[in-house]
């Protein structure tokens, strides 16, 4: 499975937690240094815990499920 699949995958299991809200989360790309970036659309894109989302629930995901992440960053 390539590395975009692995993403895509482990973001599904973030989803329905970010659209309960009225948010959701778009991925944008993966650099080689284990960097992924992802767009917060909806209610996350303005929400003031939308950094906290980022970190203690998408990156922790990201890197339980895909070793190769080393961090999570929004555009």
Do not use: H, W, Y
């Not at 080689?32 to 939308?50: E, R, T």
């Amino acid at each position: 499975m390539e590395l975009r699949e692995k993403l895509e995958d482990a973001l599904k299991k973030v989803r329905p937690s970010l659209q309960a809200d009225g948010g959701d989360v778009q991925f944008v790309e993966v650099g080689d240094d284990g960097v992924v970036k992802v767009k917060l659309m909806g209610a996350c894109g303005g929400c003031p815990m939308s950094q906290m989302t980022l970190k203690n629930g998408i990156e922790k995901i990201l890197k339980e499920n895909v070793p190769e992440v080393s961090s999570v960053e929004s555009i």
